[in-house]
């Protein structure tokens, strides 16, 4: 049984372009969320994907946005890169009003 | 003031000691608590998952709560070199779904 797998795993993109980040889920799960870690530091939320709609939203600009697909896998998209933007990108999955959260292993993103 | 409070460590031990990890939370919504072992530029993997306070074994890890003191902890017994990573809480309103709020992260590291 795959767990949370995301790609790509490293990604270097120079200031003012755009991104797009894959994550699949683990099987039978129906919910995703995106997480941003700094170095250092723990994860903060950017947004959760339940039967394609946006659920909730963290404290992120309209820069990032997301889409959650049929087969409940996900996509983040950020726009117009930043130096700041430079994190690594975690996907979480999980059953909807579920606690429990599984996470991949995440896209290093730099942005020079 | 961040609403989950962690200490950055590094927290270093020899083999074999007991180790306890901390959080301390200011949001009384928080239900749902979580610790997660986080290796070098991996993804978070969860290790303990508990519901509101109480206590929770699983093998060497033992999780407590206590919601009246806003006030988690993680204990590992016996610990390894291979227990060697940053353990991030994390926790989530009775409301929310399951968006998470982590803390910043222990870094902790066990000598041979």
């Known amino acids: 049984d795959a767990g949370v797998t995301q790609s790509p795993t490293h990604l270097i993109k120079t200031r003012g372009q755009q991104v797009t980040l894959r994550c699949s889920p683990k099987s039978g799960h129906d919910t995703v969320s995106w997480y941003q870690q700094a170095l250092g530091q723990g994860p903060q939320f950017i947004f959760q994907?339940?039967?394609?709609?946006?659920?909730q939203r963290g404290n992120f600009p309209d820069r990032f946005s997301g889409h959650q697909f049929p087969n409940y896998s996900s996509e983040l998209n950020v726009n117009a890169l930043l130096l700041g933007d430079s994190a690594l990108y975690l996907c979480a999955s999980s059953l909807a009003r579920i606690a429990e959260a599984f996470f991949g292993q995440g896209t290093r993103l730099t942005v020079v | 003031q961040k609403e989950v409070e962690q200490d950055p460590g590094p927290l270093s031990v020899p083999e074999g000691a007991i180790v306890s990890l901390n959080c301390t939370y200011s949001n009384s919504a928080f239900q749902y608590f979580m610790w997660y072992r986080q290796y070098s530029r991996k993804g978070p993997e969860l290790l303990m998952y508990?519901?509101?306070?109480g206590n929770k074994e699983d093998g060497r890890f033992t999780a407590q709560v206590d919601k009246s003191s806003k006030y988690i902890s993680l204990f590992i017994r016996d610990s390894q070199p291979s227990d060697s990573a940053t353990y991030l809480c994390a926790m989530t309103h009775n409301n929310a779904g399951n968006m998470l709020t982590f803390g910043g992260g222990t870094r902790l590291m066990v000598k041979p």
């Open positions: 994907y339940y039967e394609e709609e946006e659920r």
């Open positions: 508990t519901y509101s306070s």
